[in-house]
Each structure stands twice: as C-alpha cells, then as structure tokens.
C-alpha cells in the first residue's frame, strides 16, 4: 500500500523559511551602529548592506526565472537554507578573518541574500503546488510567519542584548543560523510536488506578451512599496514624531507595525473561505492610503503612530493576496511568474523607501513629506484592482 505524503510538513518548512527570510531581512540592521563602533565603518558604507541585500534578492529573482524549473524546487530550496545559515555564521566570522571587516559582512550578506531570494521565490509555489483546500488562505497563513518572524528577530535580539550585552552578538548571530540549518533537513525530507507538468506552463516570452501579466506586476510593485516603505521608516518615524529612543522605537514602530501584518494575514487565513480577495484588497489599498495620509499629515504624534501600526493591518493582505490572484487569473504561470511576482514586489521594497528619504531630505529632513508621497502606491494598488476587476475574467485561463 502507498504510503499518504505528509504535506503538513511540507507546510512546516515553508512556515520556518519565511522565519528564515526574516532572520536575514531584519537582524544586521540591528546591528549597523555596532559596526560603525566595532569596526569603524562609517554609515555612508553601513547604507550599503540593505541595499547589497535587496539588489542580490532582485538579481537571485531574476535567475530564478530560468534556472529553478530546470534544477528543481527541491534542490534550489535546500540550497536557500544552507545560504542562510552559511551566510550568517560567515557575518559572526568572516569580519574579523579578512583585512577588510566590511568585504566580510558584504560576502556574509550576499550568501544569505541569496538563500533568501530563493525562499521568495520558491515557497509560495511550492504551498501553491500542495493538494490543500482553500489556497488563498492558506497563503496568506504562510506569508503571515514573515511577521511573526520579524517580531521574533527584533524582541528576542532586544531581550538577548539586554541580558548578555551587544558586545556578544557574534553569539547571537550563530543561534539564528540553527534555524535555517534545522530547515535544511525539513526540506530536504518533505514531499514537494511540480506547480506545472512540464512542458504545460507558459513560456517567458508567452507571460511577457500578456496585459493581465503586466497589471499583475504593478500588484506587486505597489504592495511591496506600501509595505516596505512603512516597515524600514516606522522605527525612525516613532523616534522623531514622539521623541523616543531607539530601542522603544523599534519595539513601539517596526514590531507593532509587524504584529498588524501579522494578525491581518492570519485574519484573512482564518476567514477567507468567506470573504472575496479582490473586494479584501480593495478596502486594504484605501485603508492603507488613509494610513499614509494619518502618518504624514497628522498633528497629533499619537495619531501618527496610529497610523503607522495601522498600516501593518492594511498591507498585510497586498503580497500574499497579489500572489493569489495571481494564481487564479494566470494558472499557467508556472515558476517563471512567481520569480516575476518576487522580483516586482523586491523592486517595488528597494525603490519606495529610498523615495521617502531622498525627498524626506529635499523637504530638509521632515520624513512626514516622504511619507505622503508614498501614498501614490496603494492608490494606483486601488485603481489597478478595479481594472482586472472590470477588464480581465481569467482571460489567460480561457485563452492558454
């Protein structure tokens, strides 16, 4: 008799590789101030570690598009974990091994770039590929652990600094990195199934000449914009608005901003089977707008905070919602628009908080005037919605 595949584990590993993406996004940045004073790179060069990140991710989501069908979702996935862990092990080592501390903690960051890019790429995929029920809750249950990841490096980094002193972070950094090492095997143990048979989904030229495929990037420009750009800003916009310090910055504005994302995904998880994703992501782009204009327009530092943990609620439901509908419009996507989707939403993350500060420095450093042009994101997130809603019906279902 043939043995029932346990893909619950298969659910598991993707839950902990998004733990893992958020290990790799959010713990060096706690640490940029201890590289400028243990060796003494200034913050001109500490500025290029998130951007080496984000541009290694969009050039990992780039590749991704030829190389992960052809290599296989098992391998490349395996592969993401080991980046990570290797390339976080090499940022408590490399530093001091090489002449240069700083060539060390970009090669650290690179490899686990890496590992997070496939991660981006691949997990969804492979949740989508598994015989579950009810798909877009079940993605945005998964996209949910990025969250609750995030939280986890920023507390628990908090708590251990507090306890044993940043001087030992070196020691922190190895404990993270057993997280994706554990992963490895979970990967390289669980069923994995083709999104695709081969040869049935369409080809890069085929995607590339589709308009419901290029309303679809602009999802995902726009969610990765309205998403990043209140996460990297949150901790800095607490700290001015309401004149607190760092630490009870980044706990009153990235972790709550986070803990709204993650109770809207998992909200959404919960309750999708009710409820239509396009209508849900409708009222979130309006909402998340609202957000924006509270944050930046208010007079009240209070109601500006209100709306920065508020806009967590909002987008929440944008990335994995874009990635779903996705899936329903364009069921023949296949890998390739997965690592298109992963490489619009990256794009959209790099370029809107680098906006925000470059005109927040034009308008003599108030970060209010940076944030109210960001709300062009979910505004066009809107107006994108209402056109697949009136134009496109699954065109790309009925015309493949």
């Known amino acids: 008799m043939t043995k029932q595949k346990n893909y619950k584990k298969t659910l598991y590993a993707c839950y902990l590789g998004f ?8 713990f060096a940045p706690l640490l940029f101030l201890t590289f400028k004073s243990t060796y003494g790179i200034s913050l001109e060069k500490i500025a290029m570690i998130p951007l080496v990140f984000y541009l290694t991710q969009l050039l990992v989501d780039l590749a991704a598009t030829k190389f992960a069908d052809k290599i296989g979702y098992r391998a490349c996935v395996v592969a993401s974990q080991a980046l990570s862990a290797v390339g976080l092990v090499s940022m408590a080592f490399l530093p001091e ?21 496939l991660i981006e790429v691949l997990v969804s995929p492979i949740v989508e590929a598994c015989p579950f029920e009810n798909k877009d809750g079940m993605m945005s249950l998964l996209h949910s652990f990025y969250c609750w990841g995030a939280m986890g490096v920023i507390l628990g980094s908090t708590l251990f600094f507090g306890i044993f002193g940043v001087e030992n972070w070196k020691i922190l950094t190895v404990i993270w990195a057993l997280l994706p090492l554990y992963n490895t095997f979970n990967f390289i143990n669980c ?17 590339l000449r589709l308009p419901l495929f290029w309303l679809l990037i602009i999802l995902m420009v726009c969610s990765g914009a309205s998403e990043a750009t209140m996460a990297q ?36 998880g919960k309750f999708s089977e009710k409820l239509d994703l396009t209508k849900v992501m409708l009222i979130c782009g309006a909402m998340c707008a ?56 990256d794009l959209g993350a790099m370029v809107s908080p680098a906006m925000v ?26 107006a994108s919605l209402l056109i697949l809603k009136i134009k496109f019906r699954n065109v790309a279902g009925r015309r493949q």
């Open 233 to 268: 800003w949150a901790s800095a916009f607490t700290e001015s608005a309401i004149g607190v310090s760092k630490t009870v910055g980044d706990l009153a504005g990235p972790c709550l901003f986070a803990m709204f994302m993650g109770i809207s995904r998992m909200l959404y």
């Open 191 to 207: 069923p994995i199934e083709r999104l695709i048979e081969d040869g049935k989904s369409m080809s890069i030229g085929q995607l």
């Open 290 to 345: 609202g957000c924006y204009l509270l944050a930046s327009l208010s007079a009240s530092p209070i109601f500006g905070l209100t709306g920065c943990a508020l806009c967590g609620l909002a987008v929440g439901i944008m990335w994995p919602g874009s990635i779903s509908i996705s899936s329903q419009k364009c069921p023949r996507g296949g890998t390739a628009m997965f690592a298109f989707l992963a490489l619009a939403g």
């Open 19 to 26: 733990v893992t993406q958020a290990i790799s996004a959010n």
């Open 97 to 117: 091994l090489l002449p240069v501390p700083f060539v060390g903690i970009l090669l650290s960051v690179v490899l686990y770039a890496i590992g997070s890019g």
């Open 357 to 382: 500060g470059s005109l927040s420095e034009m308008a003599g450093g108030n970060l209010k005037s940076g944030l109210l042009v960001a709300t062009v994101f979910p505004v066009i997130l809107v």
